[in-house]
């Protein structure tokens, strides 16, 4: 995901039924279904894109839509430049207006016009790429997840800049292990999920290790992840993140050693106060949270309680 500039109360509550508003008819390929979504974006109109792992497509969802378009891929499993292969993350590039894919299957990161467009450009290659996400100087972060890094591509520089990790698979704070998705905030500090050492670590920019300020061991208590994947932060610090393997989003507080509940909680299902492998996460700009979750096939909204925003 994107920088934010999302401004969040820190005692704000969001209501605990979700509201499907991607998916949610069982698995399939049809235009009102998922299969396997991973990463996502919420645009500033509330509209969503999510990618649709298993299908091998990227999917725009208009607010209030019950069928989604496909915007990317949808062409079957392949290398073509009109189709992806287990994409795992999407972002928008508002200066080119076109999506930003990591096209996991195919080693490749791809660029593919916004409207209208029938085949991608690739812009990184040779690369296992996870997560993504951009700058506000348009600048390029890719996990790697087989070189345990996060690197960034400025415009016009022909190396990229290793910012998280690349000290090989560990759990030292100079190492990661099974990173997955990663968020910039606008000091360009990086925060890495490091889905294998369950926990969440910061890297502020130019530093040469992290601090972790989510999680660090693996369980269910309110100091632990189990798997964790999508991060936002928000203005404040406070570390939003999908705690893939208990069926959750929790909330942690800058500097806190703990973390809160937010969403879920209620056991793994598909009810609508229920999470089942989530791993993705966005705020819209009212600061509504959308969920993805891989194992629902669904995208679920969960409204913020107005009462609670400064």
């Not at 062409?75 to 073509?80: D, K, S």
């Not at 450009?121 to 100087?137: K, R, Y």
């Not at 520089?157 to 698979?169: H, I, L, P, S």
């Amino acid at each position: 995901m994107r920088a934010s500039s999302i401004d969040i109360h820190p005692n704000a509550k969001w209501a605990q039924n979700g509201i499907p508003v991607a998916g949610g008819n069982g698995k399939g390929s049809k235009t009102n279904q998922l299969d396997r979504p991973w990463g996502l974006y919420v645009d500033d109109d509330q509209t969503i894109y999510v990618v649709d792992e298993w299908n091998h497509r990227i999917v725009e969802w208009k607010y209030g839509a019950t069928n989604g378009k496909v915007v990317a891929g949808g062409n079957g499993e392949g290398n073509g430049a009109h189709q992806l292969s287990f994409p795992y993350d999407v972002i928008i590039d508002k200066e080119s207006d076109s999506l930003i894919i990591s096209d996991y299957g195919n080693r490749r990161v791809v660029r593919w016009p916004r409207r209208n467009g029938t085949r991608g450009e690739t812009i990184i290659s040779n690369i296992a790429c996870w997560g993504l996400t951009m700058d506000d100087n348009g600048s390029l972060y890719v996990v790697d997840n087989e070189k345990y890094e996060v690197r960034r591509n400025k415009i016009g520089d022909t190396k990229a800049t290793v910012v998280a990790g690349g000290n090989g698979k560990g759990n030292r704070l100079d190492q990661l292990s099974s990173p997955r998705c990663v968020f910039v905030d606008r000091d360009h500090s990086v925060y890495v999920s490091d889905n294998g050492n369950h926990r969440v670590m910061k890297w502020e920019e130019g530093a040469k290790q992290g601090i972790v300020v989510a999680g660090g061991q693996e369980g269910s208590s309110l100091t632990q992840l189990w798997n964790p994947n999508g991060v936002v932060v928000d203005q404040l610090g406070t570390v939003y993140v999908a705690d893939c393997g208990n069926n959750l989003i929790m909330r942690w507080p800058k500097g806190s050693t703990q973390g809160s509940v937010i969403v879920g909680g209620n056991g793994k299902g598909s009810q609508s106060n229920q999470l089942y492998r989530p791993v993705c996460l966005s705020f819209d700009r009212h600061g509504n949270l959308y969920v993805a979750e891989w194992g629902n096939n669904r995208v679920q909204k969960f409204n913020i309680e107005t009462n609670s925003m400064r």
